[in-house]
């Protein structure tokens, strides 16, 4: 996954944390597949910035060297 995926994939996995129950799962672009991938990083590595997207952005590109192989494909 490129710096570009990871970012859509990250912002979209934590916003849908945020948000959860708010929208349906229509609103939210990206595959179920990228959530999935970097669900679990996101709130490992960046779990304390939800639901400050851009926080959670940089966190997620602060620790790129960290993230599973599947959040990074």
Avoid: W, Y
Wanted: glycine share 4%.
């Amino acid at each position: 996954m490129n710096r570009k995926s990871l970012k859509t994939s990250a912002l979209l996995t934590l916003f849908a944390l945020a948000m959860a129950g708010a929208s349906s799962a229509q609103a939210f672009s990206g595959t179920s597949a990228q959530r999935r991938a970097c669900h679990d990083d996101a709130m490992r590595f960046c779990g304390q910035h939800v639901p400050n997207v851009p926080a959670i952005t940089a966190c997620m590109e602060r620790n790129l060297s960290r993230l599973s192989r599947p959040c990074r494909a």
